[in-house]
């Protein structure tokens, strides 16, 4: 075997030792209950849009599996936004950010905030998940063609959740999906606008967004240290 190519494999193992060693450390990061509890409302809020997707558009729909990453602010200091789940569909596209909160869920003092109360009885005052998808909704539409709606819900994922009458439309519970899907498609359809291509539609997102694992670790930590900090 010539020294060549004995310098080669021993490169390529030295790469895949870095390669291993970073992922372990990656790996060693413990999930905060909190990360833990958000990990599973994800999971069920994404099956419910894929069954009530596939029921209203057979295959006609992009469900992208995992978070999407948006580039939305070029240059600042917190240039990325993650979205939760992004389903595209021939009535438009949607946005959902989700909360497995367990508890009552009622306004709060202003349109950014709500109140979950606890079974306890204890009152806790959250970031509404509305506020957290404005921006996201906003850039998506500025970038994509005018007659491409873009909609954007908070959804909670646990069944121990109860919504006050007095919250925005938007916001809605895990088994209201199918119902505001619904409504989303017949209002759409009614106005005679022709169906969204959906593959042309995902490829537009993905022009102005990311799916990369790594470039998304990278951002949960950003968020992470602003957090801390």
């Given at each position: 075997m ?10 390529y ?8 060693g ?7 990061r413990?999930?905060?209950r909190?990360?833990?509890s958000g990990?599973?409302g994800?999971?069920?809020v994404?099956?419910?849009?894929r ?18 990453l948006?580039?939305h ?6 240039p ?15 946005v ?22 606890a ?18 909704v ?25 919504l006050?009458?007095s ?17 989303c498609k ?34 949960r ?7 801390i900090?």
């Amino acid at each position: 075997m010539s020294t060549f190519v004995v310098f080669l494999i021993l490169g390529y193992i030295g790469y895949r030792a870095a390669r291993m060693g970073r992922g372990s450390l990656h790996l060693r990061r413990p999930r905060t209950r909190a990360e833990a509890s958000g990990d599973a409302g994800e999971s069920l809020v994404e099956a419910e849009l894929r069954r009530v997707l596939t029921w209203l558009c057979g295959d006609d729909f992009y469900l992208h599996h995992g978070p999407v990453l948006l580039h939305h602010a070029p240059g600042t200091a917190f240039p990325t936004a993650e979205i939760d789940h992004l389903a595209i569909t021939p009535f438009g596209l949607f946005v959902f950010e989700t909360k497995n909160w367990i508890g009552h869920i009622e306004p709060g003092v202003n349109a950014e905030t709500l109140v979950r109360i606890a079974p306890s009885g204890a009152r806790e005052t959250r970031r509404s998940p509305l506020k957290q998808n404005r921006a996201k909704v906003a850039f998506l539409r500025s970038v994509m063609p005018g007659m491409w709606p873009v909609e954007g819900f908070g959804v909670f994922a646990s069944d121990q959740s109860s919504l006050s009458a007095s919250l925005p439309v938007t916001l809605i519970g895990r088994k209201d999906l199918a119902y505001a899907m619904r409504i989303c498609k017949a209002e759409y359809e009614a106005q005679g606008h022709k169906p969204v291509n959906v593959s042309a539609a995902w490829h537009a997102v993905l022009a102005v967004a990311d799916i990369d694992a790594g470039t998304i670790d990278a951002h949960r930590a950003r968020v992470r240290s602003n957090e801390i900090g």
